[in-house]
Nanobody, 122 residues
């Protein structure tokens, strides 16, 4: 089982990036998926999550109105569209799958990707 996060990079403040999370050996379409991030020297924090059907979305207050999580179950992929990026969004972003009943808590996720670095310059 492997989750592959990609799409990170260097972007100026106000710019956009789209992260992708692709699964192999695991059917994402039957599982909620979340995005988390960890900035240097800080704890990992929840960013966004999506139910298996895509009908329920969760966002951290810090990213509401700027980030959008979505999924394409036919492609076994979950996306995180990040707009109006700020320097404080700089972090390694991780996708995770299968949180049971707690999609906003990283402690409950069973599967994790390796992370992709997002750097936002001012």
């Amino acid at each position: 089982v492997q989750l592959q996060a990609s799409g990170g990079g260097l972007v100026q403040a106000g710019g956009s990036l789209r992260l992708s999370c692709v699964a192999s050996g695991l059917t994402l379409g039957t599982r909620p998926v979340g995005w988390f991030r960890q900035a240097p020297g800080k704890e990992r924090e929840f960013v966004a999550a999506i139910s298996w059907s895509g009908g329920t979305l969760y966002y951290a207050d810090s990213v509401k109105e700027r980030f959008t999580i979505s999924r394409d179950n036919a492609k076994n992929t979950v996306y995180l569209q990040m707009n109006s990026l700020k320097p404080e969004d700089t972090a390694v972003y991780y996708c995770a799958a299968d949180p049971g009943s707690r999609p906003t808590s990283g402690s409950y996720y069973h599967y994790w990707g390796q992370g992709t670095l997002v750097t936002v310059s001012s």
